[in-house]
């Protein structure tokens, strides 16, 4: 049975290893199927196609979208949409531009009320891609001798709680769920386990999300199990990956370790299909 991560991030996002790299590690951990899921953008999955297409490598589009859901902000992954399509590709231009407007509310938060004074280009210098967050400030931080880890920029200056607001910028959950619908694809909540309660959980569902990633590193055994269960009785689809940012990044050890059966590929690749077929027949 072959194996599936369908949760990765590229230097196209904030991840370490290039679009390039990433396929061929997944070729050497023996993964059959892939989705690159950067945060806002398809550069990435861009990028990685001809080399996925000589390694035999299946690559499936993928991202990480950003969105307000709850009064939160909400991570929401999207598969087996249509890349090229102008309303999707024309929302994820809104996403990155949010960002940086974000980002600089997080750097005059950082500057009044912490004493600390970055520039947004000396963030944007830590972004290969300049699609700026978070982990490219901790990096910042980690340089310039202000934290000793990334984990620690986190915990002290950059977690929730720590900095409020942030999120405002992004789309409504609703309309990120319709225009990747719209553009064939099929979205997952991505890793519902450390952000919310339960009752939370089934709200964002509620909203039209199509599946839920149950498989992640940051859920225990139980919460898989938990997930899964919810997952099946609410006939959602089951995703799941690494969210593999690099070698020696939080989550490394699991990529090639933590993955997704083929079955729960195939049953993705169904659906969207019979997604794209309805919404061919509304068009004609
Ligand atoms: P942003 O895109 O700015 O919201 O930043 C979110 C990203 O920060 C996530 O995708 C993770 O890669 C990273 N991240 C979040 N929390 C932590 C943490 N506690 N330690 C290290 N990285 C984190
Ligand atoms: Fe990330
Ligand atoms: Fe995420
Ligand atoms: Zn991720």
Wanted: charged fraction near 25%; include cysteine.
């Amino acid at each position: 049975m072959g194996k599936a991560d369908l949760h990765i991030h590229t230097t196209a996002s904030d991840g370490s290893s290039t679009p390039d790299e990433i396929v061929r590690l997944a070729r050497s951990k023996l993964l059959n199927t892939i989705a690159i899921t950067d945060h806002d953008t398809l550069e990435g999955y861009r990028q990685a196609v001809p080399v996925a297409e000589e390694l035999s490598v299946r690559l499936i589009p993928g991202v990480e979208l950003s969105a307000r859901g709850e009064g939160r902000s909400v991570h929401v992954l999207a598969y087996q949409f249509d890349p090229e399509n102008l309303e999707l590709n024309e929302l994820l231009r809104r996403q990155r531009s949010a960002r940086i407007g974000r980002m600089e509310r997080i750097l005059d938060h950082l500057r009044s009320k912490e004493g600390i004074d970055f520039t947004l280009d000396e963030v944007r210098a830590q972004a290969r891609s300049g699609n700026v967050g978070r982990p490219h400030v901790a990096r910042l931080m980690v340089r310039k001798k202000v934290v000793s880890s990334v984990p620690e920029a986190f915990i002290r200056y950059l977690g929730s709680g720590k900095i409020s607001g942030i999120g405002t910028l992004y789309a409504e959950l609703e309309e990120v769920i319709d225009v990747v619908a719209r553009a064939g694809g099929m979205t997952s909540l991505a890793h519902p386990g450390p952000l919310y309660p339960p009752a939370e959980v089934e709200r964002l569902i509620s909203v039209g999300l199509d599946g839920l990633e149950c498989i992640h590193p940051s859920h225990g055994f139980d919460q898989q199990k938990r997930f899964t269960e919810l997952a099946e009785q609410k006939h959602l689809l089951i995703t799941g990956g690494s969210d593999f940012h690099g070698t020696g990044k939080e989550y490394a050890p699991w990529f090639g370790v933590l993955t997704l059966s083929e079955k729960r590929v195939a049953a993705l690749d169904r659906a969207a299909r019979n997604r794209q077929q309805l919404n061919g027949g509304a068009d004609e």
